[in-house]
């Protein structure tokens, strides 16, 4: 006698929450949606390009040195000037904004990556801030 196999559990309220606001799965070997700011500090030295994503009000108050400036309402213009085989790390003010770029980035085949918490995390982890 044979038996088929059951079928997959249906997620629980909490992975489908996660996958939602980027917390998924990391099966396709790209970043995870969403680091902490001292993995994107790691991320940073080692080559991954930084995206601001604030408006430029709040790029003039400090931003990362090196980092390409393009507010979310402009999200569009990044694959103008990101190099597609290289991580890109978004941050904005508190890491909402930059979830949302990330996302669009990610469907576009950018190997995206949100900094959990923005700038201040960014900062509060030793990251440099040019003025």
């Known amino acids: 006698?044979?038996?088929?196999?059951s079928p997959a559990p249906a997620p629980s309220?909490?992975?489908r929450i996660k996958s939602l606001f980027g917390g998924g799965g990391n099966d396709d070997g790209r970043v995870k949606p969403t680091v902490n700011a001292a993995h994107a500090i790691e991320l940073v030295r080692d080559g991954a390009t930084m995206l601001d994503?604030?408006?430029t009000a709040e790029w003039k108050?400090?931003?990362?040195?090196?980092?390409v400036h393009i507010a979310l309402g402009n999200i569009d213009q990044a694959p103008?000037?990101?190099?597609?085989?290289?991580?890109?790390?978004?941050?904005?003010?508190?890491?909402?904004?930059?979830?949302?770029?990330?996302k669009h980035l990610r469907n576009l085949g950018f190997d995206a990556t949100s900094v959990s918490g923005g700038m201040a995390a960014w900062q509060?982890?030793?990251g440099d801030v040019r003025r």
């Not at 103008?80 to 990330?102: F, P, Q």
Request: glycine share 12%; charged share 25%.
């Open 61 to 67: 108050t400090g931003h990362a040195p090196g980092a």
């Open 53 to 55: 994503v604030r408006e």
């Open 13 to 15: 309220f909490l992975d």
């Open 124 to 126: 509060r982890a030793g």
């Open 80 to 102: 103008k000037r990101l190099h597609k085989g290289r991580t890109v790390v978004v941050v904005c003010a508190s890491g909402m904004r930059s979830r949302t770029a990330t």
């Open 1 to 5: 006698m044979t038996t088929s196999p």
